[in-house]
């Protein structure tokens, strides 16, 4: 137990680090999983957490989509700062009655907070958001020195 304990340990270490670096592959799933294990608990008292995310880029733009159903947009905060987008906001609890014989209880109510590091360097006062059907959608351009640049071979006789 005391050597998975290290290794969990190594593993977190090494993940808060080089995070940005890693590739989405489905080799990573059981990881991910532990993730959203350990992020279950709370870590900055009982009503805050973290929404999952997905990113993604392309050619021009770095994109970054969550899930926050039943969250107000005009109470979410959006930055981007040395290339970490931040994602605040609360979800506020809709309930008229609070004694209801639960069997889950999932739907997670609070303060949200999540970082972010992008893949690639990108222009923070151009970043564009949109919130529709719970999720919301960012897209920010990545710099032009971010982008992949073509070069022609040019062969010499």
Known sequence: MARFCIRLKLYYKLKKKY???????PMLDPFNEMDRFFDSF????????????DVWEDENNV?????LPGVDPEKVNISVENDVLTI???????SE???KNYY??????GSFHRAVALPSAVKADEAKAEYAAGVLKISVPKE???KPKKVKV???K
């Open 19 to 25: 995070m940005s670096l890693i590739k989405w592959t």
């Open 42 to 53: 709370p870590s900055q008292g009982l009503s805050s957490f973290a929404p999952a995310v």
């Open 63 to 67: 994109y970054v989509e969550t899930p």
């Open 88 to 94: 605040e906001g609360s979800a506020e609890k809709k």
């Open 97 to 99: 009655v609070d004694e």
């Open 104 to 109: 889950r209880k999932e739907v997670k109510y």
């Open 144 to 146: 032009e020195r971010a």
């Open 154 to 156: 040019v062969v010499k």
